[in-house]
């Protein structure tokens, strides 16, 4: 199985299929990840779509300096960013958190009271909880993807653990 640099290069260099492949490989994860940001199917897509069309126009600079899984989740980041303020420029977080399928609050107060505790956290933090915690990532694949050393991934998931915990006064 071709490594996700060796096929950035081979389509940057325009061999066939070379795309297609990295596309058909992370599009799962992708599409996860934009669903637990509170997408529905068609953004999520549509975001996913953005994201492999951003890869696209960096082809030519890509540089394989740290992980692919990390520079895709900065594209895909970038994406939902755009979506957001395209989409919903009127549309208050708080406000839709209560539609967010989040699996901890069984209510919409307490989702809302976990959204406004993870609005707390600063963006390095929310990141690494939102691929190990919501994807499943291991620290190492969280720190290949996001391109940090898996120590740094393990101190931040620590320290927004303990934020989250504070917040809800349960202690450190």
């Known amino acids: 199985m071709p490594r996700d640099d060796d096929l950035m290069s081979a389509a ?6 070379a795309l297609d492949t990295l596309t058909n490989r992370h599009r799962p994860l992708l599409l996860s990840w934009f669903r637990s940001k509170g997408l529905q199917e068609h953004d999520a897509e549509d975001c996913v779509q953005e994201t492999f069309i951003r890869l696209h126009k960096a082809l030519e600079r890509y540089e394989a300096r740290g992980s692919f899984s990390g520079f895709l ?3 895909a980041r970038n994406s939902w960013v755009d979506w957001v303020r395209r989409r919903r420029p009127d549309s208050e977080p708080l406000q839709r ?3 967010m399928p989040c699996g901890l609050g069984e209510t919409s107060a307490e989702r809302l009271d976990l959204h406004a505790a993870w609005a707390t956290l600063s963006t390095r933090h929310r990141d690494v909880l939102e691929l190990t915690v919501r994807a499943g990532l291991s620290y190492r694949e ?5 391109g940090i050393p898996e120590g740094t991934v393990k101190s931040r998931v620590y ?6 915990r504070a917040e809800f006064g349960l202690g450190s």
């Open 142 to 146: 969280t720190g290949e993807r996001l």
């Open 97 to 99: 958190a209560a539609q």
């Open 73 to 75: 989740h900065r594209l």
């Open 12 to 17: 940057a260099a325009g061999v066939p299929g």
């Open 159 to 164: 320290h927004a653990v303990r934020r989250l």
